[in-house]
Structure formats: structure tokens, C-alpha cells
């Protein structure tokens, strides 16, 4: 049986043109093309009432927490920054639950984008709000090329789980304007951007989190080292 990989579902608070739905519970296509080419199978979770987290936990063994809104700044103990993005809290506290279910368990976890700051937050770390906060940034780190293509390059730690996989100096695509602040005690930054951003986390006591700042599920198909990061949580999950 191929590992059972969960996607807690992204909400499309707007009136879809089906039935005109509202809230509407989505994962992003590429990201399940991902998991199946990795021989994963995929496994979306709608937001729910967070209590009821740890009745999803026996039906995945490995999650992937994905992009989307920013992360309400009240969880670690910050107002909102004039430059912060859409936020939607409902989804937020479902994650946050999901994510401590799934530590509990010993369960693979990936996360991408929002889902790198939501696992550092969730943990006990924090994030810029914007990355006009940050006084390292001087890349743009919200591409104007197409988001299936690379536009700067990260620096990987050597010892660390996801040198083996993309190697020293990959090239990666950057769709984001926060970036992790202070990390959590249980992680560690393992790849950076040449302003100092941190791309890449992975926690400090076993190989249960990995998470990245870029997106490869928008460039899977053509570039081998995206398509690593997904076969790894695969191999996670199946022990």
C-alpha cells in the first residue's frame, strides 16, 4: 500500500461558480501530482474544529502543510503588522492542532512556504511580518517570473538531511514576503538565501520535519531536486 500523505485543504473564502459556494475546501493540483509521482497517495483534510484533530491522526502517515494566507500574528504574541497579508484564523488553529498530532505521533512532515513559518510558529518560533521588518533582505523574494521557474539561489548546510537530496547551492523559485524570525527550540536552519533569509528548516532530534521556504511542487516535473524533496517524505512515511 503507498504511503497515505495528508494536505490540510486550503478555504476559498469567495463564492465559487459551483452552486455559488462559499468556503470551499481545496488543495493545490501540483502538489497532489507531487505526492503521486513520489508513490505517495494523497490524502485531503478540510479545517475542521481543532479538538477533533487527533481523530484524522490513524488516516495519514506522513503531511504535508502547504501554501497560502499568512499566519494570524496573534499566535505569537504580535498584532498586525499595515504590510501583513490575508489571514484566515479558522484554518490556522486546525493546522497548529494537526501539526502537534502529527509530532506526537512520530509522523513524516514536510512543509512548503507557509507551511515552513506555520510549523516554526506552531513550534514556539515566529515570523517577520513582512520582510521589510527583516534588516538581512536585499533579494526579492516575490518573483516576477513565472512560478515554475527558479529566480535565486540557497546555500545548504552540509550535515543536514536536505544536502542529500538538492545538494550545496540549489536554484530555486521565491514566491513569499515573510520570513522566519526566531526559530523554534526543536529546529534548526539547514539552507539560506544570500541575504541571510532562512529557505530551509529541519528539526533537531530526528528526521520527522523538513519544510522549505520555495515551492517545488511548481517545479516537480523539471527540475530532479524538487522531485527528491517529495520521494524523501514518501521513504519517511513508509517506515
Partial sequence: MRPRIAIPADT??????????????FAPRPLIEAIVKSGGLPVILPSIDPALAADYRDLFDGIIFAGGADVDPTFFGEEPHQALGPTYRKRDLFEIALLKEAVHAGKAIMGICRGM???????????????????????????????????????????????????????????????????????????????????????????????????????????????????????RAAQ
Avoid: C
Avoid at 476559498?12 to 475546501?25: D, G
Avoid at 521556504?213 to 514518501?234: C, G, T, V
Fill in 12 to 25: 476559498l473564502t469567495e463564492a465559487t461558480n459551483i452552486i455559488n459556494e462559499r468556503n470551499a475546501a
Fill in 117 to 235: 513559518q506555520l510549523i516554526n510558529i506552531a513550534l514556539g518560533g515566529s515570523v517577520y511580518q513582512d520582510l521589510s521588518e527583516d534588516p538581512r533582505k536585499t533579494l526579492k523574494h516575490a518573483q516576477a517570473a513565472p512560478g515554475n521557474l527558479p529566480s535565486h539561489h540557497v546555500t545548504v548546510e552540509e550535515d543536514s538531511r536536505i544536502f542529500q537530496l538538492v545538494g550545496r547551492r540549489p536554484y530555486v523559485n521565491s514566491r513569499h514576503h515573510q520570513a522566519l524570525h526566531e526559530i523554534a527550540p526543536a529546529l534548526r536552519v539547514t539552507a539560506m538565501a544570500d541575504d541571510q533569509v532562512p529557505e530551509a528548516v529541519e528539526s533537531f532530534a530526528n528526521d520527522r520535519i523538513l519544510a522549505v521556504q520555495w515551492h517545488p511542487e511548481n517545479m516537480f516535473k523539471h527540475y530532479d531536486y524538487s522531485q527528491r524533496l517529495f520521494a524523501d517524505l514518501i521513504q
